[in-house]
């Protein structure tokens, strides 16, 4: 089944302390990207890649960071976790970059920072 | 930099009601998609326009792309339950980014 899987669905976690949420699609995409969604404000791109290794900001990277060493997984880091950044939080991929294709996302992870 | 406004924030309809929500931009879009989120779900592709003054149809729902390509809507004839939700359009910021609208929740009452 295709798919975008995201872990964990629920975090809770104190400040500071580093974490990782993973995401793995298996369409073989060359897109990845994202974002994290607050109520009033909608869904807002973190980061996304076009293709391994090439990664870029998107508007709201402060804070976060990410890689892409292999197609299939785009990680989001947080170094030092702040309670502005609890959020609902989307990964997305979509098979190119030209801005016409559609994303699938994941089921989403709740990170809650206390 | 750029910003897609939609509205309206919110709308509560009686089911059988038409809704609409609508995305406006203060420049030219490429083109945009429209996605729906179940609440508590992830956001699922609904359809992607691209032509200027486009319209299509999906049963009940229908998307409209503007002459200017500045501005988009969605409508729903005759609500259902099954239409709650959050509609959010989406489109280019450059090249590789991306920009949603803030959304709309639909909540329809039975």
């Known amino acids: 089944e295709a798919q975008v899987t995201q872990n964990p669905r629920y975090l809770i976690t104190v400040t500071g302390k580093k974490l990782t949420v993973t995401c793995s699609q298996n369409?073989?995409?060359?897109?990845m990207s994202w974002y994290r969604q607050d109520p009033g404000l909608g869904l807002r791109q973190i980061y996304y890649s076009m293709n391994v290794e090439v990664t870029d900001k998107g508007d709201v990277p402060e804070g976060y960071k990410v890689s892409r060493k292999e197609k299939r997984n785009f990680p989001l880091i947080l170094e030092s976790p702040s309670p502005n950044q609890t959020s609902l939080y989307f990964c997305?991929?979509?098979?190119?970059?030209?801005?016409?294709?559609?994303?699938?996302f994941g089921q989403g992870t709740r990170l809650t920072v206390v | 930099g750029q910003q897609v406004m939609q509205i309206p924030q919110y709308q509560h309809v009686q089911e059988g009601e038409d809704f609409t929500t609508y995305c406006n931009s203060s420049t030219t879009l490429s083109n945009i998609q429209w996605y729906k989120q179940r609440p508590g779900g992830h956001p699922v592709f609904l359809i992607q326009?691209?032509?200027?003054?486009e319209v299509k149809k999906q049963k009940r729902l229908t998307f409209q792309f503007g002459e200017a390509k500045k501005n988009s809507s969605l409508h729903i004839t005759a609500t259902q339950t099954t239409d709650v939700g959050t509609y959010s359009c989406r489109s280019t910021s450059g090249t590789y980014k991306y920009i949603f609208g803030t959304g709309t929740r639909l909540k329809v009452l039975a």
């Open positions: 369409m073989n995409h060359e897109y």
């Open positions: 997305a991929s979509s098979t190119g970059t030209a801005g016409n294709t559609e994303a699938f």
């Open positions: 326009l691209v032509k200027s003054g």
